[in-house]
């Protein structure tokens, strides 16, 4: 009798085992190890990573992925308690606009020279923060959305933001190629984690750690990176990817509020 039971829950352990299995995505990415030949682009190679020669190849985000997707958006996510970093980027591919989301819900447009924002008011944390706004002429103000809106034909250059500087987090640590995959349909190298860079002795100890390469062109298109906090580990994730561009009709108010209050 008690092998019976034993047997019984032997089989439901299986089943059990198997239902889980079956709900896991399957992986999108083919892999396979590196080949003898393995291509790599500059500042990378099979035992390491040079993020600042990276960054001296003439590449960037906001152009070198258009080739691969219609659309797509650079996301960033972190611990929760940790202080966000500003900005999750889409980005559209034909046209090179930009749409940032930003703190307290806010959303920022950029297309050439042209800048537009929209701030809710209600997801403001502050009277403080609601008072500077109605203070800056650069802003006005919808009633009717209770939104603070600005836009500028003439924005000029960029202002600093945190847009390809996500990856930064990485030049802390070493890396080593353990395989060829693809994300998204873009070919990639995958390094895993290997250590801590000796000159980086200010940077959090790292536990474990993965990230893709482009082949192509250099650019890292997606890591997870553990580091061991003071109190928890804390998790770092990001991801290139494709995404449709957000609507952005409220672009076409923020113009028309700015035009009103100009001609007043």
Do not use: C
């Amino acid at each position: 009798m008690q092998r019976r039971w034993l047997l019984v829950f032997a089989v439901a352990v299986v089943a059990g085992v198997g239902l889980l299995v079956a709900g896991v995505p399957a992986p999108t990415s083919d892999s396979a190890a590196l080949p003898a030949d393995q291509q790599y682009p500059p500042g990378a190679g099979p035992t390491g990573i040079n993020v600042t020669a990276l960054d001296a190849v003439e590449t960037n985000l906001t152009h070198t992925p258009r080739a691969h997707w219609e659309s797509y958006v650079l996301g960033f996510t972190e611990t929760p308690d940790t202080p966000p970093v500003e900005g999750t980027y889409y980005i559209n591919a034909t046209t090179g606009e930009i749409i940032t989301d930003r703190f307290h819900g806010a959303t920022a447009y950029r297309s050439g020279s042209i800048y537009a924002f929209r701030q809710p008011a209600g997801a403001l944390p502050t009277d403080r923060h609601r008072e500077e706004l109605a203070a800056d002429e650069a802003y006005t103000y919808d009633n009717t959305s209770d939104t603070y809106y600005r836009y500028d034909p003439r924005y000029g250059k960029l202002a600093p933001t945190t847009i390809g500087r996500h990856t930064d987090i990485v030049a802390a640590y070493t890396w080593e190629a353990v395989n060829t995959t693809t994300h998204h349909s873009v070919p990639v190298i995958t390094y895993r984690l290997t250590g801590q860079r000796s000159d980086a002795d200010r940077a959090q100890p790292a536990k474990t750690g993965t990230l893709q390469l482009g082949v192509d062109d250099g650019l890292i298109y997606a890591y997870d990176l553990t580091l061991d906090g003071t109190d928890a580990t804390a998790n770092y994730s990001y991801q290139v990817r494709p995404a449709p561009f957000p609507e952005h009709e409220w672009v076409k108010t923020a113009k028309r509020r700015s035009t009103t209050t100009n001609s007043s």
